[in-house]
């Protein structure tokens, strides 16, 4: 639905306990002891007409008596209760409730209608409930409380939350939220994810899911959350295991969106603290120093057998080390530097490797001994590894001395581990993270590059097909659809295969959850038998099909990957510019040309399945919106409005600095003299789903590009209101320019049926009050002193 009301939910003022008790066993009792005991500031309401008070509280008979309405119902009664009290509650005014009380589906139906008439948000039914550390509320079955910390946890599975607190009590690790989705009727992961991604007291999501239901929701909700914090995702009912199509294709949902996918309950909060404590990485390459030959000669086994490489030392670096380096061993990646090493003989060669320029990660493996404690060595570092540009991994191998020396560098912000093999797991980690984040960034465009008359030829093949009633193209039509996309079938001889390139396999279905998914790995009777296959969500670029085809060993054996990733490229413009295609698959592939074709690969043979047109929603991932550039005559010259690309971001640099520090007050509200990169990365890497911004823009003097103005809103998940902000370059203020900018974002968002553009603005910037007025909008005082609330509605006409 939306993040509506979530507030209520995540920061109540009064909670109620509906159906509260004192019998042993009962769900109220178990609610109501830990509310009581979780230092909840605002007021508890028990009700239950059995009881005067519980707990020497008062105590209501019914929803009716309550002194007020709660802003958060936690309802453990009965299930035939449940949607009358569902509906007594949104009549009284609560917007939040959470049922833990599990409902058969008529029920559940009942429940949820009599819920939305008054967009009353239901966190369940089922589930285990809710627990808010910082805000005193533990709103939930389970046996333990939480410690407040900048975690939050998400859970499709109540026993795994209950197993996962009381581990993380055991282990001291906190939390900022808690929360059992149950079944997720009306509140959904989405839902969660949107919520907590705008959450400041949490910077980093843990997230346990068993299924995904509406994928464009919850790739639009993840791919935001994952720009701003990072988001770990353990999957269970993985299906077959590796070999299995689904599971593939939620691991390309996770990729894509920029999450980090783990595979164990125990790897959960180890990658949390990894990802989140790393520095951004350069590259993959990981140097390697331990106190004990052996030790690193296990870090280095870890790492080959996990597909990692080690750093390559540049002459300097190794002549640095020479002093260093254990007796009568010569230095080299990895480092030994004896077990006669001094603790200042770690930090001189800690500090070298830092220093090495093709170095992108260090870890430290150490044991303590005679000549160097671990504490020791671990206080002796902090300082430096603290300052390292390089992520820093430190593994501390031993008993009570080695726990001290984890302690030391737990508190410092730093990544410690208690065995090599996990200190490499989690670089590897930190390594995946690295490229599913790039992966997020990438922007395909939704338009194939190939010409429109083809592909007219294969609309006009597919629609006739149809018509006809056949769901199966046959040869001759297959090789002109394909044939439409740059694609090519043909007889695939042995010439073709002189390099021993193995045959490929490039295949779609449409998967029941995430819409079309292209499927790439080795073809051919092999392929049946070694299941070598890789999967991924379209549109695809370049960028993102090499990746795909990274992930398999085939890709790895072929002289010219190059022609096989534009050829994924192909198929993915094809299923996303024919909506009916349910079904492709070209079986054997063999990267190299047709005699007389254009195409650089070549299909053996190929099979299109057709089916009813499915909507543009039904695709998990909305391609770049290429629809929506266009030309207009501004100043007597052409100037192209268009949603605004990643690549972007290097004009977008020019273009805030030729601002005027008023102009930038005005816009950011606080005297920003550059764009972090973050921030700039989220204003030039949007979700095109809820977002849009459009920028006005032409080829400078210089023949780069210039941005001169930019417009942008973000929708709320039920579309009900976007937030809009406008900047135009400050030399170019007064010439129609914003007007022109402010009309494609409203036509945009009238067009999408978002009911109302709103915006925050200081109270003396009267230009954009004059163009929100001249669009029909109002101006009212803002919620805070100094500022205004600029209201557009979309239902009536503009300017």
């Known amino acids: ?10 920061e109540p003022r009064s909670v109620a306990v509906i159906g509260a008790s004192r019998k042993p066993g009962r769900i109220g009792t178990t609610v109501l002891d830990n509310m009581a005991a979780s230092g909840f ?3 508890l309401w028990p009700v239950n007409p059995k009881y005067g008070e519980l707990l020497g509280i008062p105590c209501y008979a019914r929803v009716a008596a309550l002194p007020a309405a709660p802003d958060l119902a936690v309802i453990c009664t009965p299930a035939d209760t449940v949607p009358g009290l569902v509906a007594d509650l949104g009549a009284r005014g609560t917007r939040a409730a959470i049922v833990l009380t599990a409902l058969p589906p008529a029920l559940r139906a009942a429940m949820l209608k009599a819920a939305r008439p008054h967009l ?13 550390p910082a805000a005193g509320v533990n709103a939930s079955v389970a046996h333990t409380g939480a410690r407040q910390g900048r975690t939050a946890f998400v859970s499709q599975s109540g026993m795994l939350m209950t197993a996962v607190l009381d581990w993380a009590r055991q282990h001291q690790i906190g939390f900022s939220r808690v929360v059992s989705v149950g079944e997720g009727g009306d509140v959904d992961v989405a839902d969660l994810l949107d919520w907590l991604a705008g959450d400041t007291d949490t910077q980093a999501i843990v997230l346990h899911i068993e299924s995904v239901a509406g994928a464009r929701k919850f790739m639009s909700a993840a791919r935001i959350a994952a720009r701003g914090k990072p988001v770990v995702v353990l999957k269970s009912g993985r299906g077959a295991g590796p070999d299995d199509g689904a599971d593939r294709v939620v691991d390309a949902a996770i990729r894509r969106a920029g999450m980090l996918r783990v595979y164990s309950s125990a790897d959960l909060f180890d990658a949390v603290q990894t990802v989140a404590r790393a520095r951004p990485l350069a590259g993959e390459r990981l140097a390697v120093v331990s106190n004990a030959f052996s030790l690193g000669l296990l870090a280095t086994d870890a790492l080959a057998w996990t597909g990692g490489r080690l750093a390559q030392l ?7 080390l020479k002093p260093l380096a254990a007796e009568g061993v010569a230095p080299a990646n990895p480092l030994d530097i004896g077990t006669l090493a001094d603790t200042a003989r770690h930090v001189a060669a800690v500090r070298a490797l830092l220093d090495e320029p093709q170095a992108d990660a260090l870890l430290l493996v150490h044991v303590p001994t005679p000549a160097a404690g671990s504490r020791d060595v671990a206080r002796a570092l902090v300082p430096l590894v603290r300052a390292a540009r390089q992520t820093v991994l430190s593994c501390w191998l031993g008993g009570e001395e080695a726990t001290e020396a984890r302690a030391v560098f737990a508190d410092a912000g730093l990544a410690t581990y208690d065995t090599p093999e996990k200190a490499v797991r989690a670089f590897r980690q930190v390594v995946q993270y690295r490229r599913n984040q790039a992966l997020l960034i990438e922007v395909p465009a939704g338009v194939p590059a190939t010409g429109e008359a083809g592909r007219g030829a294969a609309r006009a093949i597919v629609a006739g097909a149809r018509r006809a009633g056949r769901a199966v193209l046959d040869d001759g039509e297959c090789a002109t659809v394909l044939g439409a996309y740059g694609l090519a079938v043909g007889a695939t001889g042995n010439d073709a295969r002189a390099d021993d390139t193995p045959p490929l396999r490039i295949a779609v279905h449409m998967d029941p959850v995430f819409g079309p998914a292209l499927e790439f790995g080795l073809g051919g009777a092999a392929g049946r ?7 991924g969500l379209p549109p695809l670029n370049m960028v993102l099909a090499r990746d795909i085809v990274a992930r398999t060993r085939a890709g790895g054996a072929l002289a010219d990957a190059e022609a096989v990733c534009r050829a994924l490229v192909q198929v993915a413009d094809l299923v996303t510019d024919l909506c009916e295609v349910v079904e492709l698959e070209l079986d054997p592939v063999l990267p190299a040309p047709a005699a007389g074709a254009a195409s650089t690969v070549t299909a053996g043979a190929a099979r299109i399945v057709l089916g009813p047109p499915r909507p543009e929603s039904a695709m998990a991932i909305r391609p770049y919106p290429q629809a929506l550039a266009e030309t207009v005559d501004w100043q007597g010259a052409a100037l192209v409005l268009r949603p605004i690309r990643p690549e972007d971001a290097p004009a977008h640099m020019r273009f805030f600095a030729a601002l005027d520090p ?6 950011f509200f606080s005297a920003l003299r550059e764009l972090p990169p973050a921030q700039l990365a989220r204003l030039t890497q949007i979700d095109y789903d809820r977002a849009m911004a459009f920028i006005a823009t032409r080829t400078g003097a210089d023949g780069q590009p210039e941005t001169l103005g930019v417009v942008r809103a973000v929708a709320d998940p039920d579309n009900r209101r976007a937030e809009f902000a406008i900047t135009v370059r400050s030399d170019l203020k007064g010439r129609g320019l914003g007007v022109i900018l402010f009309r494609k974002l409203v036509d945009y968002f009238r067009a999408r049926g978002t009911e109302t553009l709103a915006g925050d603005a200081l109270a003396e910037n009267v230009g954009v009050q004059k163009l929100v007025r001249r669009f029909g909008g109002t101006v009212q005082p803002g919620g805070e002193a100094g500022t205004v609330l600029l209201t557009i509605p979309l239902h009536g006409k503009t300017s």
């Not at 540049?314 to 640095?320: E, F, I, N, V």
């Open 1 to 10: 639905m939306s993040i509506r009301h979530l507030d209520r939910l995540f």
């Open 41 to 43: 500031a605002g007021a």
């Open 120 to 132: 009353l948000r239901i966190l369940g039914p089922g589930g285990i409930g809710l627990i808010g």
């Open 314 to 320: 540049a002459p300097a670096t190794l002549r640095a």
């Open 529 to 535: 038998v070694a299941r070598d296959r890789a999967a």
């Open 662 to 667: 008023e102009d930038v007050r005005l816009r």
